[in-house]
Structure formats: structure tokens, C-alpha cells
């Protein structure tokens, strides 16, 4: 597994103070302002840890290496690497029996013997 987009960082390009409700809504899928209604509620109800932790981790995890992906479609795959490893092999494995079931049909048209496609090349010749 590529661990260097499995991993937790936080994202100051999409973040407002250090980046760390934008990194976690990065790694989980999430949107990032229920990430930050979610720290909000947690420290309005009096969870004191909270705003620590938020700080901890602005602190000490890495920030989000620049083209970490090409693009919006690659960011939804290692998003779900990360939520479900197994789903998501199990979803790449059907999309390659898939594109293995499409190249058997196409073989199978053109290596049988197909009396209009053959009319057709003699034509051409």
C-alpha cells in the first residue's frame, strides 16, 4: 500500500488556522465543515481535550505534500483506501474482471469468423 497517501496531514492550503479540520476531513472523506461544526460542538460542550489535541497535531503532523493528487478522482480512491481497504479491492478487482470480461468480447468478435467483417475487408481491398 502507498503509504505516503494513506497517511494523516494537515492541509493548510484548505485550512483556516493550521490546517488540521481540513486534514482530517481530507484522510476521512468528510466534509470539511462538519469537521468544524464537530470541534466547535465537542469544545462548546466542555470536552477541554479538544482544542489541545487540535493544537497537538498542528503542531507535530506533516503538512500535505503539494500534488499529493492529480486529481479529484484519485483523491476519492486513497480516501476510500483509507476508509475500507478491503471494499476497495474488492471494487478494483471487479473493474479488472470487468475491463477482462469487455477485451474477451472484443476478441471473441473479431478472432470468430465473421462473414460481414470479412465482406468488408475484401471490399476495401
Not at 470541534?39 to 477541554?48: I, K, S
Not at 492529480?70 to 480512491?77: H, L, N, Q, S
Request: charged share 25%; aromatic share 12%.
Amino acid at each position: 500500500m502507498n503509504t505516503v497517501r494513506t497517511k494523516f496531514y494537515r492541509d493548510r492550503i484548505n485550512g483556516k488556522w493550521l490546517g488540521v479540520c481540513s486534514g482530517i476531513a481530507d484522510y476521512t472523506g468528510l466534509d470539511v465543515l462538519w469537521v468544524r461544526l464537530g470541534f466547535v460542538v465537542a469544545t462548546l460542550c466542555g470536552l477541554g481535550f479538544v482544542p489541545v489535541i487540535y493544537i497537538v497535531l498542528g503542531i507535530f503532523a506533516n503538512a500535505k505534500p503539494y500534488g499529493l493528487y492529480t486529481d479529484a478522482r484519485e483523491e476519492k480512491f486513497w480516501q476510500g483506501v483509507r476508509q475500507s481497504p478491503t471494499r476497495t479491492s474488492r471494487e478494483v478487482r471487479a473493474q479488472f474482471r470487468e475491463i477482462d470480461r469487455r477485451l474477451a468480447e472484443v476478441e471473441a468478435y473479431y478472432v470468430s469468423s465473421n462473414p460481414r467483417l470479412a465482406n468488408e475487408i475484401e471490399q476495401l481491398r
